[in-house]
């Protein structure tokens, strides 16, 4: 079997980027996509992905008939160490190359300064209204868009999530609640569980230890506390309507987001934040987890907004590992935009080699790590 494919960096993470034409119908995704990225296996070492969490995505393209969408695309987040696929959230990362594939592959004209291009995520129904920058109606010769957490330039794209709340769950609040009580690890937590572009549910960094003032250490004190977090994680699964049991929580959502306000020596920033993707602590921010901070910020009675209080201008500054990231709120025309801006770019162009039958390599390996 030989797939097109193109690689590509959307902001802080790298996905694979497929047609829907170009993947055989015949064969589930649940079982491609999962070879095709070498998994099962840590190191992904005889396909495609990166090993991590960050960089082990796929996205979908195709064109729908409605001429009100430029793209649909459906995002998958590929397992590592298990031969599995989750569906059930979108990559906002991973988002911001839509746009442009659209561009470069010429399904959208650019036109003007900055192209507008309304993409559509197949797993939540969330329509992302994406700007990608055209000085003079065509993208820059050489990328010139610089964005935190990555060291070299792409192009700037803007990503405008329309009125996101509650496209996973139906509500803002799934729990009916601004903030919630979850037993965990002999301990009651105060949370807030928000769905708006991701669902997350949101955990103050002093419950956990967490020194607010010195931010660089939060790491070690989260690392020593991730069975804790987990926990917390899956029941809130359960409680936001995602999991029937904590057992069947999925890896990728909800997602766990710890935050206080700025310590003393920080400047400029509204929140610091460490978020957590498939049981790690992320290296920057899922930018759909930061929609649903946005939110949380600005709706009285969560755990946020008890931070962040009435300050609250058109931009909420969120200090993250990779550092400052900005989000957005507008109105257009009656529909509220969250939003956040991006920089992306083609990495690869490429013909992926599936040499033997499918699944039967995962099989044998599985076979063979139970005998």
């Excluded at 694979?16 to 070498?38: I, K, Y």
């Excluded at 390599?361 to 139970?370: D, I, K, M, N, R």
């Amino acid at each position: 079997m030989k797939i097109e494919a193109e690689w590509m960096r959307g902001g802080t993470s790298k996905c694979w980027v497929f047609e829907a034409g170009h993947l055989n119908d015949s064969t589930s995704l649940d079982s491609l996509l999962p070879r095709v990225f070498g998994s099962p296996d840590s190191r992904q070492i005889d396909g495609v992905g990166g090993a991590t969490s960050t960089t082990s995505k796929a996205m979908i393209l195709h064109r729908p008939a409605e001429e009100d969408i430029d793209v649909d695309f459906t995002f998958a987040q590929v397992g590592i160490e298990e031969a599995a696929v989750d569906w059930g959230s979108n990559c906002g990362n991973c988002s911001a190359v839509v746009g442009l594939y659209a561009i470069e592959k010429g399904w959208v004209v650019p036109s003007g300064d900055v192209t507008r291009i309304v993409t559509r995520n197949t797993n939540t129904g969330q329509i992302i209204v994406q700007r990608v920058a055209t000085p003079a109606g065509a993208l820059p010769i050489v990328p010139d868009a610089q964005m935190p957490g990555v060291p070299f330039p792409g192009y700037r794209v803007g990503l405008g999530f329309q009125d996101p709340a509650g496209k996973t769950t139906g509500a803002l609040l799934p729990s009916g609640s601004t903030t919630d009580t979850i037993t965990a690890g002999g301990t009651r937590w105060t949370v807030s569980m928000v769905d708006a572009g991701a669902p997350v549910v949101i955990v103050r960094a002093e419950d956990l230890g967490l020194d607010a003032g010195r931010y660089d250490s939060w790491l070690a004190g989260v690392e020593l506390q991730l069975e804790t977090l987990e926990q917390i994680r899956r029941q809130a699964a359960v409680r936001m309507g995602l999991a029937a049991t904590t057992a069947s929580a999925a890896r990728a959502i909800p997602k766990l987001a710890i935050a206080s306000a700025p310590g003393p020596a920080d400047t400029g920033g509204d929140l610091n934040v460490m978020m957590l993707s498939m049981g790690r602590p992320h290296p920057a921010l899922a930018i759909t987890g930061s929609i649903a901070l946005t939110l949380a910020a600005r709706t009285p009675g969560t755990v946020l907004h008890a931070i962040t209080g009435h300050t609250l201008g058109a931009t909420l500054t969120l200090r993250t590992p990779a550092g400052i990231i900005e989000t957005w709120t507008e109105d257009q025309d009656g529909t509220l935009l969250v939003g956040v801006d991006r920089t992306a770019r083609t990495i690869a162009t490429t013909i992926i080699h599936l040499p033997e039958a499918l699944g039967s390599a995962a099989e044998a390996h599985l076979a063979g790590a139970t005998h």
